[in-house]
């Protein structure tokens, strides 16, 4: 796949509108969050009608086929505009979803339930994001590769022993207020705060424009990318030109070096990139050629 065409600053482009946004949305009341979380025995906080766990082995994974094109007004970070009925809120109360795996990888156990926020609609939870999470990190492309540093993960249910971090699928309105939308820069993503794991269901959705129509690669990434950080990882940018993006590069606002370091101005996101004119290809997995 050739490169994307760079495209022109974010300054350039945009002018008023990168500084007008964050002084728009610092007006936005600060909400509390209610955080429902397993207690000390391993037993699960209930929260409304159980999610039922007969559920296909293989996760469902909806992909479109890259290539899909954006009106050149859109800006890379920008939520793209087409695809799923975004989940705009939800009850800041959580759930697990059943399901547990074998220990993968050698090394430092890491375990993690997966999660869904009450209220959150989509069409099969246990099979949409509970298999799919498990089968991303599970794969030897993730984080439990040797090369990872000896890292091993394992799923756990509710009942079983308290986890170390917890990947959730959340609304639109509670990553953004968990994740500093309204601080940091103004564009809809996920996190990593402590232990959780938000995962943005309107990016889950919807994807993002580097990605081109490819929500399946994304959603990979999105889990890849988060898990990245409780292990450390921080944020890199673009190291060649026209090679695959890393992981943890901020693949959901661009993956143009120039952009990104165009972001960091309004809210510095831990690590300098430099605006080389670097652009990569997008890439879901932490060693995208493991078993190769």
Not at 9 to 37: E, K, M, N
Not at 267 to 282: E, N
């Amino acid at each position: 796949m050739r490169p994307r065409r760079r495209r022109r600053g974010v300054h350039a482009r945009y002018g008023w509108r990168i500084y007008a946004l964050p002084l728009l949305i610092a007006v936005s009341a600060l909400v509390v969050f209610q955080t429902v979380r397993p207690s000390g025995d391993g037993s699960a906080t209930e929260l409304l009608d159980p999610i039922a766990p007969d559920s296909p082995a293989e996760p469902i994974v909806t992909e479109a086929p890259p290539g899909q094109t954006f009106n050149p007004a859109l800006f890379s970070a920008d939520l793209p505009p087409v695809g799923g009925k975004i989940p705009e809120t939800g009850a800041r109360t959580f759930q697990v979803l059943p399901g547990t795996s074998e220990v993968i990888g050698s090394g430092q156990l890491y375990r993690y339930t997966v999660e869904i926020e009450v209220g959150v609609q989509i069409g099969n939870p246990n099979v949409e994001f509970g298999n799919l999470v498990q089968a991303t990190l599970s794969d030897p492309r993730s984080w439990t590769n040797p090369q990872g540093g000896g890292i091993s993960l394992q799923r756990v249910d509710a009942g079983g022993p308290r986890p170390d971090f917890r990947v959730i699928l959340v609304s639109q309105q509670t990553a953004r207020e968990a994740c500093d939308y309204s601080n940091g820069v103004p564009y809809d993503s996920s996190c990593r705060k402590g232990d959780m794991v938000y995962l943005n269901g309107a990016r889950w959705v919807r994807g993002a424009v580097s990605f081109e129509g490819d929500i399946g690669n994304y959603q990979r990434y999105a889990i890849n990318h988060e898990v990245g950080h409780v292990f450390g990882n921080k944020h890199v940018g673009c190291p060649v030109q026209g090679g695959l993006a890393p992981v943890m590069m901020q693949q959901s606002f661009s993956v143009s070096n120039n952009e990104l370091h165009e972001l960091n101005k309004i809210a510095d996101q831990g690590t300098d990139i430099p605006a080389d004119g670097f652009v990569c290809k997008y890439n879901a997995w932490p060693f995208p050629t493991a078993g190769s």
